[in-house]
């Protein structure tokens, strides 16, 4: 099993990133997925997450508006579409993959995902 986030970097506050999260080893489409985000110091947040057949999403306050989750099962893919980033935003961000929720009920709790990436580092300077 195996979940590979990509595409971070460091880009000034308003800028824009794209995070992709490539899967392998497991049944893709049977797994809702998330993103989350830990800053120095602190837990790791929740951000967003879509369900295994791409129709339902969900997000933290803070970034609705700006951040967009999609995938793409015929890519094994999810991505986050990052927009309007500011400082606050910085941190590792993670994809997980959850199979126990349902499509309609998405989980935001770090302890509902049953499988993890390695991270990738999101910087936003003032």
């Known amino acids: 099993v195996q979940l590979q986030a990509s595409g971070g970097g460091l880009v000034q506050a308003g800028g824009s990133l794209r995070l992709s999260c490539a899967a392998s080893?497991?049944?893709?489409?049977?797994?809702?997925i998330g993103w989350f985000r830990q800053a120095p110091g602190k837990e790791r947040d929740f951000v967003a997450t879509?369900?295994?057949?791409?129709?339902?999403?969900d997000y933290v306050d803070s970034v609705k508006g700006r951040f967009a989750i999609s995938r793409d099962n015929f890519k094994n893919t999810v991505y986050l579409q990052m927009n309007r980033l500011k400082p606050e935003d910085t941190g590792v961000y993670y994809c997980?993959?959850?199979?126990?929720?349902?499509?309609?009920?998405?989980?935001?709790?770090?302890?509902?995902?049953?499988?993890w990436g390695q991270g990738t580092q999101v910087t936003v300077s003032s």
């Open positions: 997980a993959a959850d199979f126990r929720s349902t499509t309609y009920s998405l989980a935001r709790r770090v302890t509902e995902y049953d499988y």
């Open positions: 080893g497991f049944a893709f489409d049977d797994y809702n």
């Open positions: 879509i369900s295994r057949n791409g129709a339902n999403t």
